[in-house]
């Protein structure tokens, strides 16, 4: 049964991410991607759609967590009548194959354990082939897992349990590996030393930050995140690590978000180079380019985690989604939408990432420009919104301004190469002038939703 969202913390490798719940289960896990079907999604299901629990085999009378320091290592502390215990979860960033590690150290008095390994692939709905000999393999189709612990699970399959005691001061590593099945299991790791490095690696990429004002933990925490959500081979920032949790219960606006918009590009994009991390802010920004590279009229609002263009939507009908809010959706077909406020963000992280002295790229301002350009002919069309709304299109008023600050933008950015473009500052005062008739309720003293609308967009 699923926890409460507020329950649930991520660990990511910077490839993919492992949503953990407060009392030590790991319910979701997509692998080797982001974007993979998962192999625990007890999230989005039932025990039999796959979970990894690992806690006291006992009543748990206190529970806190935290992460270590300004790492992606969580701890989560465990009280019972008997003693404590403290689970670490983390991901080491991925050089080779990617891992799951977790450990459990005894804090306090002597606490008896219990561990369930329910491994099922394509977001729970295969059940795999499990052979045990010490070591746990897991295997269905392409995929497969391999788990190594300092305790004995029993069983064949397609589940295997472990019961165990930890006293105070004793340490017991689990490390769960991912690889494809037709290749050897990989090496064991330390799940010890794993946690020593990612946690130094965590704690030297943090303190590069350059922010210095108010809030700096949670800026630094929310830096971390954006990090833990960058696809590292491609430099694509996803916006969510999972799918199909609600907007609210028995809802269905249950939608895919693990890939990379646009806009959340360009905001983050932002975010990084105010904090002082260029190497991110390149690799987001090159990103960028080469998956908008082509027609401005063939501009998706989204796209892979690789800057793939087919996101084809689809349901699966096995999972009965979080809390009983179907359907679960993977795939998702606002791909298809066209929301004109992206250029405004676009060619403004473009003028950002200028102003802020990132490297230059001429393939970005080129990309800019022939945005500029189809703005010219398209702006007064209709188009699907930020909310992105499956209905109708409107003149939603957000995308009329966005596509003002594109226009804006663009003319900065050409009179700082020493260029005079007029249909620019025609243009920019053209859709001013068009919002403020249209887009303005005088007598509520306020902006609509869209045009004619008595709506107010959030």
């Given at each position: ?18 949503v ?26 039932t ?19 935290r ?11 465990l009280e019972?009548?008997?003693?404590a ?26 606490v ?61 590593g ?80 249950n ?88 250029y ?49 299109r ?35 005062n ?21 045009y ?7």
């Open positions: 049964m699923a926890l409460p969202l507020e329950e649930y913390a991520i660990v990511g490798d910077t490839h993919t991410a492992a953990v719940g407060s009392d030590g289960s790991v319910d979701w896990l997509c692998i080797p991607r982001f974007d993979s079907p998962a192999c625990f999604a007890r999230l989005l299901g025990d039999a759609n796959g979970y990894w629990s690992l806690s006291p085999d006992a009543e748990v009378q206190r529970t806190s967590r992460y270590r320091g300004p790492t992606l290592v969580l701890e989560t502390d019972t009548a008997d003693g215990v403290r689970l670490i979860d983390f991901m080491p960033v991925r050089t080779d194959w990617p891992r799951l590690v977790r450990i459990v150290e005894g804090l306090a008095g002597s008896p354990m219990h561990s369930v390994f329910s491994a099922r692939f394509d977001y729970g709905k295969t059940r795999p082939w499990v052979t045990n000999d010490g070591v746990v393999i897991v295997q269905a189709g392409p995929q497969a897992l391999k788990l190594r612990s300092d305790v004995s699970f029993e069983g064949e399959g397609p589940d295997v349990e472990a019961h165990f005691t930890v006293d105070a001061g004793e340490r017991m689990f490390v769960l590996t991912a690889y494809p099945s037709w290749e050897h299991p990989p090496e064991v790791i330390d799940a010890f030393v794993a946690a020593e490095e990612t946690e130094a690696w965590w704690s030297e990429w943090s303190g590069r930050s350059t922010y210095d004002g108010p809030w700096a933990d949670a800026v630094q925490r929310s830096l971390i995140t954006l990090k833990a959500l960058t696809y590292a081979p491609t430099g694509g920032i996803v916006a969510a690590a999972t799918t199909s949790l609600p907007e609210w219960l028995g809802g269905v606006r939608w895919d978000y693990r890939y990379c918009w646009l806009r959340d590009a360009a905001l983050s994009l932002d975010a990084l180079m105010a904090a002082g991390y260029l190497d991110e802010a390149v690799s987001w920004r090159d990103w960028l380019m080469r998956a908008v590279a082509g027609d401005p009229e063939d501009l998706q609002i989204m796209y892979g985690i690789a800057g793939e263009r087919w996101l084809d939507e689809r349901e699966l009908e096995w999972l009965d989604g979080y809390e009983g809010s179907a359907p679960v959706r993977v795939g998702n077909a606002a791909a298809e939408q066209l929301q004109l406020d992206v405004g963000e676009l060619i403004d992280a473009i003028y950002r990432a200028r102003e802020l002295g990132m490297p230059s790229a001429p393939q970005a301002v080129d990309i800019a420009f022939k945005m500029a350009a189809w703005l010219r002919d398209n702006w007064q069309q209709p188009d699907d919104g930020i909310w992105e709304i499956r209905g109708p409107k003149q939603f008023v957000h995308s009329k301004v966005m596509a003002w600050v594109a226009v804006d933008r663009m003319e900065r950015i050409a009179q700082s190469m020493g260029m005079e473009v007029p249909r620019l500052v025609i243009m920019r053209e859709i001013h002038e068009e919002v403020c008739a249209k887009g303005f309720d005088a007598e509520r003293n306020t902006f609509t939703q869209y004619g609308s008595e709506r107010l967009d959030a």
